[in-house]
């Protein structure tokens, strides 16, 4: 990404075109948690509760929306089962 570009981030709560989030794969969630709440960034989404994954989102410094989460079958199918 540009450190240089000029424009508002896209709105979550829309359906324009643009970055909506990104996300990281972690094997602790709740340490995650843990350590980005001590860091002084707030809960922004708790996320959708599913048996073989748990997920949340925060806002970072520049208001990209990050999730978090950790999966908890190794079976791709249900991975991905929204």
Request: with cysteine.
């Amino acid at each position: 990404m540009a450190d240089n570009g000029v424009s508002d981030n896209k709105n979550l709560a829309g359906h324009q075109v643009g970055l909506a989030y990104f996300s990281y794969i972690t094997n602790n969630l709740k340490g995650t948690i843990t350590r980005i709440i001590q860091a002084g960034f707030p809960i922004n989404n708790e996320g959708t509760p599913n048996e073989c994954r748990e997920n949340i989102y925060f806002l970072d410094g520049y208001g990209y929306e990050v999730e978090f989460f950790q999966y908890h079958t190794d079976v791709p199918k249900l991975r991905n089962r929204y």
